[in-house]
């Protein structure tokens, strides 16, 4: 079979909710236009040069059986987790947290500064790994590095592997690839991507044509790929910037009720149960050591859930 280049399947403008305790976000994955993109849950993007859009946060909260994705591209959130991690994302760095078994944060914008925008994404985890230890990778934006595509593109690598430099966020279940590109007005930025992955753009400054066709598509929109070898987008008149992600999809039974992701019902009444009587965070700080609880988590098989 001769290489591939990937049609655009589907696009999807986001929609304006409110989260948190108050934020306003644009959301593509998640709404009501598109429930799940397998295995890709949420895309929120948050962005405003009003405080009083996104002051007010994401108190404390919880999440389980899922990773959530934070890339800031302007100002600062505060977070920290019952894990014991606390620290500021800013500009260009970004948080890839695996919630695992359970996570209580919080994520906070900095009140000084006008302007906060990013992306928060979240991304499935396989029902086998749904109760695995909890982790963060976190990277300062000077870690990850920046390399030039075809076309004079510059493409910031997240995850996964540009121009032959790999992203420093690794060991994810779903093998993604996750890219900040931006494309010269007028130029081609072609990208492989590997067969029977989902993959999808999310346009976020100027327009251009995302697939062989040359339709024009223009920021905001989530543009969903159809399957192939490769990704061929070409900028208009203006520079074009978009994130290009993909991953391995799951094909499992996805059971949600709101920061829980899991397989069946019951073991979303578990998540509920286990946050009503305290036994929600099932890895403290200091016990970074195998527990009593850790390995027997760890490998519990398919066969062991409901
Ligand atoms: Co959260």
Redesign the pocket.
Known sequence: MSPQIRDVERMVEPVMVSEGAGVRLKRTIASRKLDYLDPFLLLDHFGSDNPADYLAG?PM?P?RGIE?VTYMLEGFVRHKDSLGNAGTIGPGDVQWMTAGSGIM?E?MPRPDGNRMYGFQLWVNLPAKRKMTRPRYQEFAADKIPEVEGDGGSRVRVVAGEAAGVQGPVREIAISPTYLDVEVPARSTFTHPVERGHTAFAYAFEGQGSFGPNGEVISALSLVIYGDGDRVQVRAGKEPLRFLLVSGKPLHEPVARYG?FVMNTREEIQQALHDLRDGTFVKVQPQTESDSWYGSALLDRKEGDRG
Do not use: I
Request: no cysteine; aromatic share 14%; net charge negative.
């Open positions: 994401f909260h999440h959530t944060h994520e920061p």
